[in-house]
C-alpha cells in the first residue's frame, strides 16, 4: 500500500460524529473564552468591563447593519462563485442540520461572545484589526484550503474589527457575529432537511 493510499484508509477511518464535532465545539470555545479572559487581564484590564451592555441601542445599528451586508457579500459570492471554493468539508452542515432551533441559538451565542472576547477584546487591543485578521482567518482552519473564503472571513474580522472601533462596544461585533452564525446556521438545517 503506498504512503498516499495509507493516508486516504486512515481519514476515512477518523469519521467525525455528531457528539465529537459537540464536544470539540464546546471545548474550543471554553479554551477561547479562557484566554480571552486571561489575555486581558495580563493587559491589565477587566473583562466584565468590555462585556458591560452599552446604554443606548446605537450598537445594533453597527451589529445588524455589517451583519446586512456580510449576507448581501456572501449571497452575491453563492450565485458567482464555484461551490468548491466555498466548501468547508462539510463542518458547518454537520454542525447545524440536526440542531433544534434553541441549540443554534446557545452555539451561535456561545461562539460570538467567546470569540469576540479574544479576538476584538484582546487581541485587537494589542496587535489592532489586521493583523488580528489575519489570525483570525488562520484558525478557520476548514477554509484554509480555498483562498476566497479565507480572504471572506479575514474580511469578515476586518469589519468585526472596524465596528469595534466605530462603536466603543464589544457587544456591536458580538451581535453581527452571533446573527451571522444564527441565521446561517437556520439556512443549513433548512437546506439539509
Request: hydrophobic content about 50%; proline content about 3%; charged content about 15%.
Given at each position: 500500500m503506498t504512503n498516499k493510499n495509507a493516508n486516504k484508509?486512515?481519514?476515512?477511518?477518523?469519521?467525525?460524529?455528531d457528539r465529537l464535532l459537540l464536544v470539540n465545539l464546546y471545548l474550543t470555545q471554553g479554551l477561547t473564552l479562557i484566554a480571552g479572559v486571561?489575555?486581558?487581564?495580563?493587559q491589565g484590564r477587566n473583562p466584565l468591563d468590555l462585556l458591560a451592555f452599552p446604554h443606548d441601542v446605537r450598537f445594533l445599528y453597527w451589529?445588524?447593519?455589517?451583519?446586512?451586508?456580510?449576507?448581501?457579500?456572501?449571497f452575491l459570492m453563492t450565485i458567482y462563485?464555484?461551490?468548491?471554493?466555498?466548501?468547508?468539508?462539510?463542518?458547518n452542515a454537520l454542525l447545524f442540520r440536526s440542531r433544534p432551533l434553541w441549540?443554534?441559538?446557545?452555539i451561535a451565542a456561545l461562539v460570538s461572545i467567546c470569540e469576540e472576547l479574544l479576538f476584538r477584546g484582546a487581541?485587537?487591543?494589542h496587535l489592532g484589526p489586521y493583523w488580528t485578521s489575519i489570525l483570525f482567518a488562520a484558525i478557520h482552519?476548514?477554509?484554509?484550503?480555498h483562498w476566497l473564503p479565507t480572504a471572506w472571513v479575514f474580511a469578515s474580522s476586518y469589519g468585526l474589527g472596524w465596528i469595534y472601533v466605530q462603536s466603543g462596544t464589544l457587544w456591536a461585533p458580538i451581535v453581527c457575529h452571533f446573527l451571522i452564525d444564527f441565521i446561517s446556521g437556520i439556512m443549513?438545517?433548512?437546506?439539509?432537511?
Amino acid at each position: 500500500m503506498t504512503n498516499k493510499n495509507a493516508n486516504k484508509k486512515r481519514r476515512q477511518n477518523v469519521q467525525l460524529t455528531d457528539r465529537l464535532l459537540l464536544v470539540n465545539l464546546y471545548l474550543t470555545q471554553g479554551l477561547t473564552l479562557i484566554a480571552g479572559v486571561v489575555w486581558i487581564l495580563l493587559q491589565g484590564r477587566n473583562p466584565l468591563d468590555l462585556l458591560a451592555f452599552p446604554h443606548d441601542v446605537r450598537f445594533l445599528y453597527w451589529g445588524i447593519g455589517l451583519a446586512v451586508a456580510m449576507f448581501f457579500i456572501d449571497f452575491l459570492m453563492t450565485i458567482y462563485g464555484r461551490d468548491e471554493d466555498m466548501d468547508d468539508g462539510g463542518i458547518n452542515a454537520l454542525l447545524f442540520r440536526s440542531r433544534p432551533l434553541w441549540h443554534i441559538f446557545v452555539i451561535a451565542a456561545l461562539v460570538s461572545i467567546c470569540e469576540e472576547l479574544l479576538f476584538r477584546g484582546a487581541v485587537q487591543f494589542h496587535l489592532g484589526p489586521y493583523w488580528t485578521s489575519i489570525l483570525f482567518a488562520a484558525i478557520h482552519i476548514r477554509y484554509l484550503r480555498h483562498w476566497l473564503p479565507t480572504a471572506w472571513v479575514f474580511a469578515s474580522s476586518y469589519g468585526l474589527g472596524w465596528i469595534y472601533v466605530q462603536s466603543g462596544t464589544l457587544w456591536a461585533p458580538i451581535v453581527c457575529h452571533f446573527l451571522i452564525d444564527f441565521i446561517s446556521g437556520i439556512m443549513i438545517k433548512r437546506r439539509e432537511q
